[in-house]
């Protein structure tokens, strides 16, 4: 989760992100949800960016849209929560 929610650097945010994001299994798909939730505003921006860049970019992580409909039913809120705001990402190529 450090990676996710770097406060320092924001490229490993965006890069970790988008690793997660084209490996796209529910395990991986969780860990950036749980930081969805619990990010701030410019940590959250850069999370969207590297699963946009998944998501256009080269190997897409096609399996990340199957992924955030299983989190959706969740059990942890946290999770719900997160992958709801990576799905509302749809328009600008999210899950």
Same mark, same amino acid.
């Given at each position: 989760?450090? $990676?996710l929610l770097d406060?320092?650097?924001?490229?490993?945010?965006?890069? =970790?992100?988008?690793? $997660?994001? #084209?490996?796209? =299994?529910?395990?991986?798909?969780?860990?950036?949800? $749980?930081?969805?939730?619990?990010?701030?505003?410019?940590?959250? !921006?850069? $999370?969207?960016? +590297?699963?946009? !860049?998944?998501?256009? +970019?080269?190997?897409? +992580?096609?399996d990340a849209a199957?992924?955030?409909?299983?989190?959706? #039913? !969740?059990?942890?809120?946290?999770? #719900? #929560? +997160?992958?709801?705001?990576i799905s509302a990402?749809? !328009?600008?190529?999210?899950?």
């Amino acid at each position: 989760m450090g $990676l996710l929610l770097d406060v320092e650097d924001t490229a490993v945010t965006r890069r =970790t992100a988008e690793a $997660l994001a #084209r490996v796209g =299994t529910v395990a991986a798909m969780r860990l950036v949800a $749980l930081a969805v939730a619990e990010a701030d505003d410019n940590q959250a !921006d850069w $999370l969207q960016t +590297g699963v946009h !860049d998944a998501r256009v +970019g080269p190997g897409r +992580g096609s399996d990340a849209a199957a992924a955030c409909g299983t989190l959706a #039913r !969740d059990p942890e809120e946290a999770v #719900r #929560r +997160g992958a709801a705001n990576i799905s509302a990402w749809a !328009d600008d190529t999210g899950c």
